[in-house]
Structures are given as C-alpha cells and as structure tokens.
C-alpha cells in the first residue's frame, strides 16, 4: 500500500471514528432532584486529587490474558465511564439539548450559544453542552473560547469522554501535538478500553509526530477492542508492522508451549520413570 494513500485515508478516519463514537454520549448525563449526579461533582472541583498525569509513555494497553493452560480469557473491556450513570436525565434538559443542537445543525450559531449557555446554568451539572459551546467556538474561529470551553466541560465531568476528545482534536488542529497527545493519554487513564482515543493517539503518533512504533500499540489496541471489524485500520496496522519491524504483539502474548515429555501423550508411558528404564532419549 502506498504511504500516500496510508495517510490520506487514515487522516479521514480521524474524523470518521469520533462522530461514531462521541455523539451519543454528549446528551446531557443524568441528573435528578437538581441535585449532582455525576460522579466528580459530588465533590468541588477545586477537591481534584487525582495522582500525577500519566506520561505518554505510561499510556494504558488492554491485555490478552491467558489460563495456565494456555487457553484465551475471554476479554471483557472496561464500560465508558461516561455513559454507565443509570440515573434519569429530566425531559426538560433533553428537550433544550436537542433543541440547541438543532439551531446548531442549521448553523444558527449565536441562538445555539445562547440556548447552551442557559443550560450551563440551568443544569450546571452537565458537561455536554459546554462541550458544544466549544465546537460553537472552533467553528467560529475563536479559538481561545473554545479550548476554554473543552476544559471546562473535563472541569464539571471529567468523566466525560468525548470532551477528552474534543479537546485533543482541537489541539491536533491547533498545531499542538503534544498537548493533544497528554489529553489522549489522559482519557486512557480515565478508560484505557477507550477504541477512539486509541486510534486517534495511533494516527497522532503516525502521521503528525512520524514515530511508528508509538503507533503500533494503540493501532493494535483499537484492532483488539473491535475484534479486527474495522478492514480499514487492519491495513494501516499491517503497513505500521512493516515500517516498524516489530511482529510481536503488544496486545497478545500467549504464553510458550509446555515442554512436556514426548512420551507424555502415552498414559503408561508418562507414568515409566528412569527406574522403569526410560530416559528422555528414548
């Protein structure tokens, strides 16, 4: 495959796999009685006392386990933080979060802001629509607003997966390589079975910072958590293979065989010892 056309259609996906994987889960997240229901916010944000940022290095893998045997565990990955609060989220909030996104979809930008930023009063609680208020803002080429807008939106949940993404985009297109590749790894630590965060760290390293073989493992890492059904990132990972020379798996890594004795297919023979006349040299 020609490297040209690696690029050209990896970068693509960039943009593919988010709105996938981030839309859903912007819908404002539970909230009842007016009161905090997600997680970080029963506790000020000034409280934040969270261990010291990963470094890239660091960055969380999921891991192919194995029995004593041999045999493949079945891999059961993390649930999205984001999206496992089971609490109702009021008709009210929905009813202005689709309506904002509606003004928003039809580029009515400035009655969008308006109908978002009332919500970060009204349901000062949610993220979500600080998260649009930063699109708003990129889209308005006011670039200072809507990186403050992402960041506030991890501020208030920093359970928030898709504002973890889109503020690394931001970054990414800001020119800001290495912040975008802190924010990625710091939605793995927050969901290291996170696909999205794993390929666009995979297509960071790869295309924008040309290191390979910080790309293979997160290129693995998204082929592992979707099960291979993504053709696409299948190829890139075998043509990042070819580049890097790396053929082990930074994934899965069965155990090597038992060396059991040949004769240990034989019952009888399993059981003959040295004093019975056998020896390993048959």
């Known amino acids: 495959m020609a490297k040209v056309s690696v690029n050209s259609v990896r970068t693509a996906g960039i943009l593919g796999i988010i709105l ?5 889960a912007l819908i404002p997240q539970p909230q009842g009685n007016n009161e905090a229901t997600e997680r970080e916010v029963s506790q000020p944000v000034e409280a934040d006392h969270r261990p010291a940022r990963l470094s ?3 960055a969380p893998l999921p891991r192919q386990a194995y029995t004593p045997e041999g045999d493949r565990i079945a ?3 993390e649930p999205n933080p984001y999206t496992t609060d089971d609490s109702e989220v009021p008709q009210a909030a929905r009813l202005a979060f689709r309506s904002a996104s509606k003004l928003m979809a039809d580029e009515q930008y400035r009655e969008a802001r308006k109908a978002f930023k009332a919500m970060t009063v009204n349901y000062p609680t949610l993220s979500g629509p600080w998260v649009k208020l930063g699109e708003i803002a990129d889209k ?3 670039p200072q607003r809507a990186e403050a807008a992402y960041r506030k939106a991890i501020e208030v949940n920093r359970s928030n997966v898709n504002a973890y993404m889109a503020l690394a985009l931001f970054q990414r297109r ?5 912040g975008a590749r802190q924010t990625y790894v710091d939605a ?9 965060a794993h390929l666009n760290l995979a297509i960071l390293y790869d295309l924008y910072l040309n290191q390979p073989e910080l790309a293979q493992p997160h290129y693995e890492a998204y082929d592992f958590l979707t099960n291979g059904n993504d ?12 580049r890097t020379g790396i053929e082990t798996s930074f994934i899965d890594n069965p155990p090597p065989p038992s060396e059991l004795p040949a004769e240990s297919s034989d019952p009888v023979a399993a059981d003959k ?3 019975n006349g056998q020896t390993d040299k048959g």
């Open 231 to 242: 053709p696409k990132v299948g190829n890139w990972l075998v043509e990042v293979r070819r």
């Open 20 to 24: 996938v994987s981030g839309c859903a």
């Open 56 to 58: 890239p290095a660091q």
């Open 75 to 77: 891999y059961i990955a």
């Open 140 to 142: 308005r080429d006011n």
């Open 273 to 275: 010892g040295p004093e």
């Open 188 to 196: 793995l630590e927050l969901w290291k079975d996170f696909p999205g």
């Open 174 to 178: 800001q020119g800001d390589f290495d």
